[in-house]
């Protein structure tokens, strides 16, 4: 287990790093003057030229590469000044002369339009987007799950092909059109009824600047965002599940006298939840990177609007910052998923 754990974090890695440099190389051969976004138009000759030797824009694209690579990641060589120190906060490993092997957080740099760190920006949006992909997510499970199973235990039943139908229309509904719909309707049209607002966000600032919780902002990106998890997860859980329902072994413990609902929930779907679980995990992931569009039609202050935002203002290092996290959750949450399968399936062996 743990061999496989580490082969799967060296593999990870392997992934992170191509996808800065291919991520980055596109951004930092765009025909956009970085320093000029930073500074605006009037901005002198000087000034820009020293901004651009800070960022290291002037060097050739290798080189550039090989600095963001260094800042992101977590054990570098550095120069021991008091400047560095101040930008990495690092722990001293080993003198190298005048430079030193150190350990360090990520560097995501800074902001180019507001000059804060990228760090600092993410740290406020992600959350955010944590709460709204969690509620998606588990409340896709909660409904798909419990549809598949009942669709399975029904087959060719009306309620199999209702179910079967919905999941359908639900899967080929994109999620920015059904944020739109949800808006108009029960945020604009009903809203004598629901309460509901057509935009905004989870965290708000009240007349006085301080930030509330308004939770009723939640509910229909949720719902948006659920939608299509809910048609996979229905469509999966029903097929895995007539699977399984079909084998010797369910067969014998129906044999044996095993009651109905021990059969179901103990061996039937259990064994049914490999393909259901790599569906979640996977939407999981997509939902927490970013809700982009559902997030931009509900204004919700989350990694998605950020990252739109960014690529609007071509805020570099935002956009890498962003893209970076996106591909560590997707890398993280596949290595826990192949670990899970494990417990959830005692077939499957993870140690060779």
């Keep these: 287990m743990i061999s496989f754990i580490i082969r799967r974090i060296g593999y990870g890695i392997v992934v992170l790093v191509l996808v800065v ?16 976004l930073t500074f605006g138009q009037r901005a002198d000759i000087e000034t820009m030229e020293a901004k651009k030797a800070d960022l290291g824009l002037d060097q050739p694209l290798y080189v550039q590469l090989g600095m963001y690579l260094r800042d992101v990641s977590p054990i570098a060589v550095l120069k021991d000044t008091p ?31 507001t000059g804060r760190r990228v760090s600092d920006v993410l740290r406020e949006a992600i959350p955010l987007t944590l709460i709204l992909a969690l ?28 179910a079967m139908v919905v999941s359908v229309m639900g899967f080929s509904l994109p999620s920015y059109v059904a944020a739109m719909i949800l808006a108009l309707v029960f945020g604009f049209f009903l809203y004598n009824y629901t309460g509901l607002n057509v935009q905004g966000s989870l965290i708000v600032l009240d007349d006085f600047g301080d930030k509330k919780y308004v939770w009723k902002n939640l509910l229909l990106p949720t719902i948006a965002l659920g939608i299509r998890p809910v048609a996979i997860i229905t469509q999966l859980t029903r097929s895995a599940m007539l699977d399984v329902l079909s084998s010797d072994y369910i067969r014998t413990a129906k044999a044996k006298g095993l009651s109905e609902k021990k059969v179901i929930f103990k061996h039937a779907l259990r064994n049914a939840m490999n393909p259901v679980a790599t569906a979640i995990s996977g939407w999981f992931a997509a939902l927490l990177a970013g809700a982009f569009f559902v997030e931009n039609v509900f204004n919700y202050q989350g990694l998605g609007l950020v990252t739109v935002n960014a690529l609007l203002t071509f805020d570099i290092p935002l956009v890498l910052g ?28 993870v140690g060779a």
Excluded: C, M
């Design 135 to 162: 509620s998606s997510i588990l409340l896709a499970t909660l409904i798909g799950i419990t549809l598949g199973v009942i669709a399975a235990l029904k087959q060719h039943s009306i309620f199999d092909n209702i």
């Design 322 to 349: 962003a893209v970076l996290f996106t591909a560590a959750i997707f890398v993280l949450i596949n290595i826990l998923v192949d670990v899970l399968y494990a417990f959830l399936d005692p077939r499957v062996s």
């Design 21 to 36: 440099l291919i991520i980055s190389s596109i951004i930092f051969l765009a025909p956009v003057d970085p320093a000029q």
């Design 83 to 113: 400047e560095n120190l101040a930008k990495y906060s690092y722990l001293k490993l080993i003198p190298l002369g005048q430079k030193v092997l150190v350990v360090k957080w990520p560097y995501l740099r800074e902001s180019f339009q």
